[in-house]
């Protein structure tokens, strides 16, 4: 007598089945089961320029030996340009234009800046990011004053500006808004006479005219994203 030894098995050509055994792969991995997957405002790779208008209020201070300290405020026009390195961290350019008026500097006083500027973004939405920055400019300025000896110098200088700020999408994805709130040093220690090499001296004539601006810059805008 001869025994057959046999596993039972079953096959079933139901497409029922088929699809009732079937995983499907997501095409984006989901750490947060049931959380929609969502696209934000900031992320890798995507640029934003952003137009600004806002002002500043400073004190000053200066080595020469008359109208050392004062208080004036800036008008300010912006125009700056990030570039996502990451999820997180940006960097870009930095382009500023201000009027100054203050009666301890003179009766015209306005400068420009030119510089990098890098981003830390620690907050995002899909419309919304929070980020601190920090920009490094040449800054240059025109001194203006018909009353004085030499009524007009040109200075050359550094800015350094630490802010905090957060840009919102509005109505569309390419196009937000913005607000940014910072420190902003000013320091002016190389001053010519117009269309002159000489260098300007303090009062005492012992090294050259420093004028230095510390305050408070706010701007505001839009935000064009892409």
């Known amino acids: 007598m001869q025994k057959h030894i046999g596993f039972p098995c079953q096959m079933s050509t139901n497409s029922d089945s088929f699809k ?3 995983t499907f792969v997501q095409p984006q991995k989901n750490l947060f089961p049931g959380v929609p997957i969502v696209e934000f405002f900031f992320k890798k790779h995507i640029s934003i320029l952003d137009l600004s208008l806002g002002g500043g209020n400073y004190g000053s201070s200066s080595n020469n030996t008359k109208n050392a300290t004062g208080n004036g405020g800036q008008s300010i026009f912006g125009l700056n340009y990030e570039y996502a ?19 301890d500097l003179g009766t015209s006083f306005s400068t420009g800046l030119i510089g990098i500027k890098g981003y830390y973004h620690f907050y995002s939405t899909e419309k919304t990011t929070i980020y601190t920055s920090l920009a490094l400019c040449h800054a240059s300025a025109n001194y203006n004053n018909p009353k004085r000896t030499v009524p007009k110098i040109n200075g050359n ?5 630490v802010s905090i700020g957060f840009k919102r999408q509005l109505i569309k994805q390419w196009l937000g808004c913005h607000a940014n709130l910072s420190f902003a040093e000013y320091n002016f220690g190389t001053w010519k006479p117009d269309k002159q090499t000489t260098t300007i001296k303090n009062d005492a004539g012992t090294e050259n005219l420093n004028i230095k601006l510390s305050g408070i810059n706010f701007t505001t805008g839009l935000s064009f994203r892409f």
Do not use: D, V, Y
Not at 85 to 103: R, V
Not at 157 to 161: K, M, R, V
């Open 157 to 161: 200088g550094f800015n350094i500006q």
């Open 20 to 22: 009732n055994t079937t």
């Open 85 to 103: 390195l990451s999820n997180k961290f940006g960097i870009g350019a930095m382009i500023e234009l201000g009027g100054l008026g203050n009666p």
